[in-house]
Structure formats: C-alpha cells, structure tokens
C-alpha cells in the first residue's frame, strides 16, 4: 500500500471510532455492532482501525480479538496504558491480524505527570522507553502516544518522543487530549517535532485532537501541513466529552482542497461516508446534528429562495462538493417561506406537474400560504396544493 514512506503526500487515517469514540457518553456498542462498523471502516478503506482496549473488559478483549480475526487490509491497533499487562492484552488481542498494532501511551504533561502519577518527567520518561520496548519485543508496529502532548514541555517532548522512537516505536502520536490548543500553536508544535527531533525521520508522526474548543479539524489540518501523516479520528467526531476530529471533515477538506494543501491526500473512498455516518448514529444512539459538516442532514439542503435558485443555474454557485460522491442519495431542495418560483416550478415537474406560467403565479400564491403555515411544504403538500389549483381553474 502506498505509505508516507514512500509517498511523502500519503496521509494515513486511523479511526478511532470504536475506541474514543465508544468513550462518547452514553455509546456502549455490543461486539456484534462494534464488528459491523470495522466492516464498514474497511469499506472507507481506513488505514488502521483501532477495535478498542484490550485491558478495559473481557468483552472488549474478545471483541477487539474477533475484528482482528475478520477484517482484512486494514491495520489492526488496541489500546494499552504503559502497563505490561495492557499491552500483553491488546498484543494477544491483535496478533492474528495480518497487520497487527499496538498503541501504548501515558501522560507526559507536568499536569498529568503530577497530578495523576505523582512522578518525575524522568520516571515518565524511563516508563516509557520500558513499555515500548516491551512492545516492541512482541509487535513490529508500535504506536506511542504522549498523552496531554498540547500542554507538555516542548523540550521534555522531544526528548520523550526522540527516547521511544529509540526504542521502537514507529508511529509517534502528540494528542491535544483535552482540546485546548489553537491551530497556529499546535502546527508550530509538530513543525518543532518534525525538525528538531533527530531520528524523527524513523518514525510517523500522529495527531489525534479534541474538540472543546470546536477546533480539532483546524488543528488536524494545521498539523498534517506541517508535517504530521497520521490523523486520528472518529465518524461523525464522535468521542470524549466535545468529541475527536471527524474523519469526514478532514478527509473532504483535504479533497476538495487539495491544491491548497499542496497535494496531500488520503486512500478514504467518500462514498462510504453517509452510510457509514447512518450505522455509526445508528448504533451508538448518537444523533447527527442537522448542520454537521459533510453528513448532517442540513449540509446540502439549500434554503432561501436565492441560494435555489442560483443552484439551479449552476449547482457549483452554492455547492463546494456534490451529496453524490459522499453516498447521499440526491435530496430535493427543501421548500419553504424563503423558497422561490424556479424551485417550485423545478419540484412539481419532477412531481410530473408541467406548468404554463399563468399557473405558476397561481400555485406560487396557493404555496406561499401554505408554507407561511408550515414550515416545510412537502411533496403531499404540493399534491394537495396542484389539485388545488385545478379547482380553481374549473370554477
Ligand atoms: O486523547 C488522548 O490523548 C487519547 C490517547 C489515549 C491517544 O485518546
Ligand atoms: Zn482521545
């Protein structure tokens, strides 16, 4: 498969859906529905899934296990904290995949060094260098995350991420955990990665943000231009609290926008991504909101009379992508108060309506009061509305 070593434009994306994701509250997936969604992932052609964490539960280990044992071409990952006992569990998990992984990480942010571990930077750091070894006496690919990396010293990062890569890991992911970076300070945070690390070359480097400030795609993007390959991400940005970057909105971006981003690109087919985006909500119970970018109900829907009509004339005048090539089977402009004669007209012919335009100025008024009424005129509506007028025209 093409790779960022071989094609430094390749960005790979590991979805995370069943793993932060899953740590949405209240989105507890059965295996049988965890496995479901890793075959749709395999569809969007992801590069890594990661099926879960071993270590939290038999039943996560036993689900993480079957999607390993099922889902081919796609890199299989679990999640491990620096403990010896996680990682043997997601390695034992994970090794009857053709493309196993193993993701291990610990907090390395004097907040989480200090308050949750109670440790030195040097003993976090010695932790780590220990357990990637350990995994790496198991597993070829091993991913090290440092956890909080937006808040960690930048000094005391590099020298953590220069010490793992050190000691075997491949991927070297910088999570802004708790979303509180700002786009400019977390691409200046990987350029610093990138070109002052010395073995970085040896290694990937992985974003994974959040997104309490609304701003883990900005930051993803900012991190891959410079010179991040690997984004994390979730299905409708599903994930803790706020939830994680959507893989939708960083995968499209950089697809509609690919001159600006200088070529970088992704192996994702979008048109797996409404129906995966249906199974994901589906599943979890997790709505999509109406606005969400990419897959939300509302992202094609032109409203005002203005906007439908210039889509008429030319859809590009209001459309920066088209529904199709995201799977969204073709949605009829949605008609209301704000709506004008070119999308009546253009309804009640594929209604089988043909109209002359003494009748349209007719039924335009008979619509208008309707939709003054209701807020959305349907295609009954405008079945009604059409007899309507033929009453008129026969008294
Ligand atoms: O947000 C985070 O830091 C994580 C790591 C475990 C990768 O989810
Ligand atoms: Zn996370």
Redesign the pocket.
């Known amino acids: 498969m093409p790779h960022p070593a071989t094609d430094p434009n390749r960005v790979i994306i590991f979805d995370?859906t069943l793993?932060?994701g899953e740590?949405s509250a209240g989105a507890a997936l059965k295996s049988a529905e965890k496995l479901a969604i890793a075959h749709q992932l395999a569809k969007l052609n992801v590069d890594v899934i990661e099926a879960g964490f071993p270590a939290s539960s038999p039943e996560d280990f036993q689900s993480v296990r079957q999607i390993a044992a099922e889902i081919e071409g796609v890199t299989i990952c679990g999640?491990a904290r620096c403990m010896q006992s996680d990682i043997q569990a997601v390695w034992d998990a994970v090794k009857i995949a053709k493309r196993p992984r193993i993701?291990t990480?610990i907090g390395t942010s004097d907040i989480h060094i200090q308050a949750k571990f109670k440790k030195t930077r040097d003993e976090i750091l010695a932790i780590a260098v220990q357990h990637v070894q350990f995994a790496k006496s198991l597993c070829e690919d091993v991913e090290f995350?440092a956890?909080?990396?937006g808040r960690t010293d930048p000094e005391f990062l590099s020298a953590i991420i220069e010490a793992v890569i050190n000691a075997g890991a491949t991927t070297v992911?910088l999570?802004?955990?708790?979303g509180y970076t700002l786009p400019h300070e977390y691409g200046q945070l990987i350029y610093r990665v990138k070109h002052t690390v010395p073995n970085i070359d040896k290694a990937i480097i992985s974003v994974?943000c959040?997104n309490d400030l609304g701003l883990a795609t900005a930051n993803s993007l900012m991190a891959v231009v410079n010179g991040a390959r690997q984004i994390?991400c979730t299905i409708n940005g599903i994930?803790?609290r706020a939830g994680?970057t959507a893989m939708e909105e960083v995968v499209m971006a950089l697809k509609v926008r690919e001159q600006a981003f200088e070529g970088l690109h992704t192996r994702i087919n979008p048109s797996a991504f409404y129906e995966t985006s249906q199974m994901v909500s589906q599943l979890t119970s997790i709505p999509v909101q109406p606005n969400k970018a990419i897959v939300g109900r509302n992202a094609f829907a032109h409203e005002s009379g203005i906007h439908q009509d210039g889509f008429l004339k030319g859809r590009n005048t209001y459309e920066i992508m088209e529904p199709e090539m995201l799977g969204i089977p073709a949605v009829a402009l949605p008609l209301g108060p704000r709506s004008g004669r070119a999308a009546l007209r253009m309804r009640l012919n594929a209604l089988g309506f043909e109209l002359t335009t003494e009748e349209l100025a007719t039924i335009f008024g008979l619509f208008k009061a309707v939709a003054d009424e209701k807020k959305t005129v349907t295609d009954d509506d405008l079945v009604l509305i059409h007899q309507q007028l033929k009453a008129l025209a026969t008294v």
């Open positions: 995370t793993r932060d740590q999640l993701h990480f995350s956890e909080d990396a992911n999570p802004d955990t708790v994974h959040h994390e994930g803790e994680n």
